[in-house]
């Protein structure tokens, strides 16, 4: 049985009808939107595994936390946050219990509208947020912190309700999923 169907050096995130999953460095990061926090599993788990760690609090700032995305460059994992005042929380990757984030992006600058999807592009150092009722994708600096504005922001007739973004770093393309 083949496991890692991605390669390795590239963050493989899969949506799911219940939240988000991201798949990196052989763990699985999970968002859990009813209960405000993220729990990582080991890849391999099974059944009822416990949770390795889990990062939740009222410290985190995690609100309805929707998606996700694993920065392996810089040790990060980034959660956009879809209940209001909508914003993306930054943590160390190994983040764990109710701790505050290394930094917040949240405020009328930022474009940000029922935040769903996040994808890193190290890249260029940008991460791209999939915004479901802005029918938007903003991007913002990997060290963007407060009320910023996006350094991008692709709003089209194309984009309907989006939920999830990829940034490709190999291709130089980004792909939506539409609600």
């Known amino acids: 049985m083949v496991r890692h169907w991605f390669n390795r050096a590239a963050l493989g995130c899969i949506m799911l009808w219940t939240g988000q999953a991201c798949l990196a460095q052989d763990e699985i990061f999970v968002s859990n939107s009813n209960s405000n926090a993220v729990t990582v599993y080991a890849l391999g788990a099974n059944g009822n595994a416990a ?3 889990t990062l939740a ?3 985190t ?21 879809k209940t209001l005042p909508y914003s993306v929380t930054v943590y160390p990757r190994t983040a764990s219990g109710n701790v505050a984030p290394l930094r917040t992006i949240t405020g009328a600058l930022t474009g940000l509208d029922d935040p769903r999807g996040i994808s890193v592009d190290t890249v260029h150092g940008e991460f ?12 913002f600096a990997r060290t963007a ?11 089209t007739m194309g984009l309907s309700s989006p939920w999830g973004v990829h940034v490709d770093v190999t291709h130089d393309e980004i792909l939506v999923a539409n609600n």
């Open 128 to 139: 791209a947020v999939a915004n479901r009722a802005g029918f938007s994708i903003t991007t």
């Open 51 to 53: 949770p390795l760690r």
């Open 61 to 81: 700032g995690l609100s309805s936390p929707s998606g996700l995305a694993v920065d392996l460059v810089n040790d990060e994992l980034l959660v956009v946050n």
């Open 145 to 155: 912190n407060g009320n910023v504005a996006p350094v991008r922001l692709l709003q």
């Open 57 to 59: 609090g009222n410290l």
